[in-house]
């Protein structure tokens, strides 16, 4: 399976300021994910990243509060803009194989 | 009501109890998964399931589709096993990909 590596895997941010998580895959796939998981609730999707085109976005998630960049079929990146301490999440990357879902190892944010 | 239903929220077992966790749907599926997040919180692909029984290792899942239910089971468990178990379906039709969470099972087990 496809073997992913998430930067950073945890920051503690000032409020109003933004971060960039990258994920980089080590395999070509055509679509990666974006989840947030916020403290005591299940995964939500925030949008799906394909190469080459704008990314899908979710209801309730907006690209000017979460621009993604999905520059070539094994990298990606998800910005949070303006960070609040609602922002404060684990955030995931995923990609679809054949046989499955393959997930980042998360990026632990807290927002200060 | 969500879509994806488990429980226990929390189980505490000591070291070679026999674990069951459970998952309830109610939409269609074309594919169940179980997932094991770890505290620093990434996330493992334990099975993929559209029918029948998967065993690996000291896990097995099951799946009943009529029943919209889905169990994990973990024999001789090992403290290395806690961990936060997560369920998620595939709904069924077209090229949808998007997976709904259940809310976990965080799993401890005491030596």
């Known amino acids: 399976s496809a073997v992913i590596s998430q930067k950073p895997s945890r920051d503690i941010c000032q409020r109003g300021t933004s971060l960039t998580i990258q994920c980089q895959v080590d395999?070509?796939?055509?679509?990666m994910f974006w989840y947030r998981q916020q403290p005591g609730q299940s995964l939500t999707l925030i949008a799906t990243?394909?190469?080459?085109?704008?990314?899908?976005?979710e209801s309730g998630f907006v690209i000017d509060k979460f621009p993604i960049s999905r520059p070539n079929l094994t990298f990606s990146t998800l910005t949070v803009s303006n960070m609040s301490p609602e922002d404060s999440s684990i955030y995931l990357c995923?990609?679809?194989?054949?046989?499955?879902?393959?997930f980042g190892s998360g990026t632990r944010l807290t927002v200060v | 009501k969500n879509e994806v239903e488990q429980s226990p929220q929390n189980l505490t077992a000591q070291e070679g109890e026999f674990i069951t966790i459970n998952c309830s749907y109610s939409?269609?599926?074309?594919?169940l998964h179980w997932l094991q997040q770890h505290p620093g919180g990434g996330i493992v692909s334990l099975f993929m399931?559209?029918?029948g029984k998967k065993k690996h290792g000291r896990l097995i899942a099951t799946i009943n589709i009529q029943e919209k239910h889905s169990s994990l089971h973990i024999t001789a468990s090992h403290p290395r096993d806690s961990a936060v178990y997560i369920c998620?379906?595939?709904?069924?039709?077209?090229?949808?990909?998007?997976?709904?969470f259940g809310k976990g099972t965080l799993l401890t087990v005491n030596p």
């Open positions: 939409v269609g599926i074309s594919a």
């Open positions: 998620a379906v595939r709904s069924s039709g077209g090229s949808n990909y998007k997976l709904t």
């Open positions: 990243a394909n190469q080459g085109s704008e990314a899908t976005y």
């Open positions: 995923s990609v679809i194989e054949n046989y499955g879902y393959t």
């Open positions: 399931l559209s029918s």
């Open positions: 395999s070509q796939v055509t679509m």
